[in-house]
């Protein structure tokens, strides 16, 4: 057993948010609720046909609004009033902030949010479901999802490396860590510093790096916390 760390940083997926009826981002069939990843998710794909990326992220933001944060969401917000643990999560959803996790950072952009299309990009909340073509950000400009599309640049990452390398814990959640570059965040943690993988298909780093818990995100994050944090 493991001494209880003294800064946890915390990877979450898709996973992650399942249990809470968010839907992983891509099926079986390769399609993101029914559509293709280029159809939805890729500058192109704004430039090609916006009223369908506003109307896909539009029915995603009200479909989130309806959901809850899961018991693995409060337990790890519960666990910061006891540890330093950092969140790094490639979800677009607001479920950890919405359990009371205040340091949470968005590698993939937040649905909740809009991005000005002006010089510098600045990201603000939204009031409403719905964005409009007629929205405009405070500044005038027209805005966009606050998402980072296939495709572009992932403008938290290097926030997100210096994290995972200041850690002496990294636990990942519900991830396959196929999405690239964030995969890579696993592999920046110092050689002494243990991982562990909570996932029903935890095989995404060797046997020798990475310790493996192959549960659901609820569960695993109860068993890990029971193991090393309530010693």
């Given at each position: 057993?493991?001494?209880?760390?003294?800064?946890?940083?915390?990877?979450?997926?898709?996973?992650?948010?399942?249990?809470?009826?968010?839907?992983?981002?891509?099926?079986?069939?390769?399609?993101?609720?029914?559509?293709?990843?280029?159809?939805?998710?890729?500058?192109?794909?704004?430039?090609?046909?916006?009223?369908?990326?506003?109307?896909?992220?539009?029915?995603?933001?009200?479909?989130?609004?309806?959901?809850?944060?899961?018991?693995?969401?409060?337990?790890?917000?519960?666990?910061?009033?006891?540890?330093?643990?950092?969140?790094?999560?490639?979800?677009?959803?607001?479920?950890?902030?919405?359990?009371?996790?205040?340091?949470?950072?968005?590698?993939?952009?937040?649905?909740?949010?809009?991005?000005?299309?002006?010089?510098?990009?600045?990201?603000?909340?939204?009031?409403?479901?719905?964005?409009?073509?007629?929205?405009?950000?405070?500044?005038?400009?027209?805005?966009r999802p606050d998402i980072v599309?296939?495709?572009?640049?992932?403008?938290?990452?290097?926030?997100?490396?210096?994290?995972?390398?200041?850690?002496?814990?990294?636990?990942?959640?519900?991830?396959?860590?196929?999405?690239?570059?964030?995969?890579?965040?696993?592999?920046?943690?110092?050689?002494?510093?243990?991982?562990?993988?909570?996932?029903?298909?935890a095989n995404s780093l060797p046997?020798?790096?990475?310790?493996?818990?192959?549960?659901?995100?609820?569960?695993?994050?109860?068993?890990?916390?029971?193991?090393?944090?309530?010693?």
């Amino acid at each position: 057993m493991m001494n209880t760390p003294t800064k946890l940083v915390v990877l979450t997926g898709a996973g992650m948010s399942a249990e809470s009826g968010i839907p992983t981002f891509r099926g079986v069939d390769g399609l993101w609720e029914g559509h293709r990843i280029e159809e939805v998710a890729t500058p192109e794909a704004w430039q090609a046909n916006p009223a369908l990326v506003l109307k896909f992220y539009n029915e995603r933001r009200k479909h989130l609004l309806q959901s809850q944060p899961n018991e693995g969401h409060i337990a790890l917000a519960i666990w910061e009033q006891h540890l330093d643990i950092q969140i790094i999560t490639q979800n677009v959803d607001d479920l950890h902030e919405r359990a009371g996790s205040s340091k949470v950072l968005h590698l993939h952009g937040r649905l909740v949010h809009a991005r000005s299309m002006g010089p510098h990009s600045e990201s603000f909340p939204m009031t409403h479901w719905e964005m409009k073509p007629s929205d405009r950000c405070p500044k005038g400009y027209p805005v966009r999802p606050d998402i980072v599309w296939f495709g572009e640049n992932v403008p938290a990452m290097s926030d997100a490396i210096a994290l995972v390398r200041s850690a002496d814990c990294v636990l990942i959640i519900g991830t396959s860590l196929k999405v690239y570059p964030a995969a890579n965040l696993a592999f920046e943690a110092p050689s002494h510093v243990p991982i562990h993988v909570i996932d029903p298909d935890a095989n995404s780093l060797p046997a020798g790096r990475a310790i493996r818990w192959p549960l659901e995100a609820s569960k695993g994050i109860e068993r890990w916390g029971d193991a090393h944090l309530n010693s």
